[in-house]
């Protein structure tokens, strides 16, 4: 019985003596204490907790269903479970499935997975991730599910072609945190873990992203299709809906809390928030904020926005002109003003609002509709809210003050219709503020400023 005892006091000695050292790795091999905590901040990155976690499921145990246009697939689980998830997986697995999508079984997965932004990720990278996923989360036994693919659809060699045709091999390669913000590193950030462009580029017939990267095309982060019927605006520099206005402290502060005195987060952005960006140092959000104000026009060139005080003046003396205008005055401009400055960062200003100058007023729709809430984050606790107005307006008077809203003090946008409202009022259920406790963080806090329509807030004088 001395072998036994003798290895184990040595392995003791190894893991008392060593300062970063965690634990046991089933290889014997010590653990980087400092890898896993890097692994754990680049997973937030690449927000994989978010798609790789069922509702009220334990954390990457998988299991969420994420349409694609031929039917739900299912995250898988990414725990280091050795059965039901990827305990049983070699760094070459993990590394290969995240720059090719081929799984160590030997199929190619959806591109639900956005494996053609992950492989740009450089080995040091992933090396730090698959520390965190082996000895960073607990593993967890639920089993995966199948695909609600019908056959012949259900196939997985087509996956493999669209892989060759649609993701190319970048050559990977690091760019590590440096102290100061820096252009490359928002790049990598951006086009790599962060996925940005998963949801702000459009896609094209076979569901590939039109562009990967920058410097593929300009219509790289220029809008994407709409996810869970909310517009997924554009992230380029430009006017038109893109973030001209937006200055690089505007950009990191609407990433770490969710909101800035420009706009606030709402829609599936309100995940990312919550799940990823708020966790990202001030560095690196200051990189990525680089970089998204180096993206130039796309073909078209908008109209900046220029401001218009006439609208605000009017209603500040009572001057109404038109039902859009009654309908604000209201039931709106308790908070968002009359003058649509908005309230700090407590209001989101309407007037100049990047949601308000495109052609297309679905969001403001859905919004008037369901209301909406900005996500709770450590830096910004309030989950501010709007309440929804489904209730209190019927389609027409919604039709009028998005319209309103879309073309006043100087919002360039177009107007909506009661048969656009009426058509988004099936998919648009009252939003449930995002307290704390909806986060695994579970933190529940009180928000003082969370008013219904029509009450204090409301009620002030605009
Ligand atoms: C936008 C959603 C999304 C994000 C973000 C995402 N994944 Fe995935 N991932 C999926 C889906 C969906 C699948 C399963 C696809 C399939 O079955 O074809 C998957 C599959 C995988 C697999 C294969 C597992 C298996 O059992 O075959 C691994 C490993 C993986 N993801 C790791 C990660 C890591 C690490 C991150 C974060 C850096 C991440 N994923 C982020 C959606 C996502
Ligand atoms: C009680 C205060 C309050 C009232 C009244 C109110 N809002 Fe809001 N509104 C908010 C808050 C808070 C947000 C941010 C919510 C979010 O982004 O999730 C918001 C967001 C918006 C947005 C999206 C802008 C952005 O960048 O997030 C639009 C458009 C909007 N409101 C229009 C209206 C209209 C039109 C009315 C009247 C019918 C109205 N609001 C009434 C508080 C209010
Ligand atoms: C799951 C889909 C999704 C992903 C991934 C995503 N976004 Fe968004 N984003 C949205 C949606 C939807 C909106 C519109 C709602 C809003 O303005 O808050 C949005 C809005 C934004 C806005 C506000 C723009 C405006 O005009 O008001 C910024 C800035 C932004 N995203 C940055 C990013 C960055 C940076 C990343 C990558 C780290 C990212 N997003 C990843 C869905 C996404």
Known sequence: MARPTLFLSAALALVCSAGTVLAQSPANAPVDAQLVAKGAYLARAGDCVACHTAP???????????????????????????????????????????RTGVTKAGYTVYPAMPYPSFSRLGDDDLHALYA?????????????????????????????????AFAPAPLPTSVPAEAQPTLLRGAYL?????????????????FQEKALTASDSAVYLAGGAAIDGWPVPSLRNTHGGGLALWSKEDIVEFLQTGRNPRSASFGGMNDVVAHSTQ???????????????????????????????????????????????QVYLDRCAGCHRSDGQGNGK?????AGNAVLQTSDPTSGIKIVL?????????????????????????????????????????????????????????????????????????????????????????????
């Open 190 to 206: 951006v086009q790599g873990l962060g996925h940005c462009g998963a949801c702000h580029t459009a896609r094209g017939v076979a």
């Open 346 to 350: 407590a209001f989101p200003a309407l």
């Open 370 to 462: 369901s209301g909406s809430a900005v996500p709770s984050t450590m830096k910004a606790p309030s989950a501010l809210t709007m309440a929804p107005y489904a209730g209190l307006l019927n389609d027409a008077d919604i039709a009028e003050v998005v319209s309103f809203i879309q073309t006043s003090w100087g919002n360039r946008s177009g107007t909506a219709t009661a048969s656009q409202v009426a058509k988004l009022r099936q998919s648009s259920p009252a939003v449930q503020p995002m307290t704390a406790a909806a986060f695994a963080a579970g933190r529940v806090v009180p928000s003082p400023l969370v008013t219904q329509a029509g009450t204090s807030a409301a009620q002030g004088k605009p």
């Open 56 to 98: 009220q499921g334990q954390p990457f145990a998988g299991g969420l269903a994420i349409s694609t246009p031929i039917g739900a697939v299912y995250s898988t689980n990414i725990t280091p479970d050795k059965t039901a998830g990827i305990g049983d997986w070699s760094y070459e697995d993990f590394a290969r499935l995240m």
């Open 279 to 325: 966790y990202l140092s001030e560095t690196d959000l200051g990189s990525i904020a680089l970089f998204l104000k180096s993206l130039p026009d796309g073909t078209s060139v908008p109209p900046p926005f220029v401001p218009d005080p006439k609208v605000g003046q009017d209603l500040h003396a009572g001057v109404v002109n038109g039902r859009g205008a």
């Open 132 to 164: 965190y996923f082996m000895h960073g989360v607990p593993p967890a036994p639920t089993p995966n599910k199948k695909a609600d693919i019908p056959w012949p659809l259900s196939m997985r060699f087509p996956l493999a072609l669209w892989r060759m």
